[in-house]
Nanobody, 111 residues
Framework: VRLVESGGGLVQPGGSLRLSCVASGFTFSNYGMSWYRQAPGKERELVAFISSFGGATNYADSVKGRFTISRDNAKNTVYLQMNSLKPEDTAVYYC?????WGQGTQVTVSS
């Protein structure tokens, strides 16, 4: 199993980013996928989850209404659209398909 994230970077407060995670080594459409994040000095936390065909999603309260998780099973890719970013969203964002993790992509929200 391989999970490769991309799309992180430095953005000003109020800005947007879209993270991507390309998966390989398993039948992508059979599994739910998640995004987690870990800020410095904090535990890794679940940000969003999407079911295998995208019919169900859930979000951490801290990102509801601002972040959207989606997937393209034809491309073996899961996305995280992040809008109205805040400094407290600064973290390394990880793609997850239990029990596997990607390498993470850094998101920094700062003026």
């Amino acid at each position: 199993v391989r999970l490769v994230e991309s799309g992180g970077g430095l953005v000003q407060p109020g800005g947007s980013l879209r993270l991507s995670c390309v998966a390989s080594g398993f039948t992508f459409s059979n599994y739910g996928m998640s995004w987690y994040r870990q800020a410095p000095g904090k535990e890794r936390e679940l940000v969003a989850f999407i079911s295998s065909f995208g019919g169900a999603t859930n979000y951490a309260d801290s990102v509801k209404g601002r972040f959207t998780i989606s997937r393209d099973n034809a491309k073996n890719t899961v996305y995280l659209q992040m809008n109205s970013l805040k400094p407290e969203d600064t973290a390394v964002y990880y793609c997850n398909k239990r029990p596997y993790w990607g390498q993470g992509t850094q998101v920094t929200v700062s003026s």
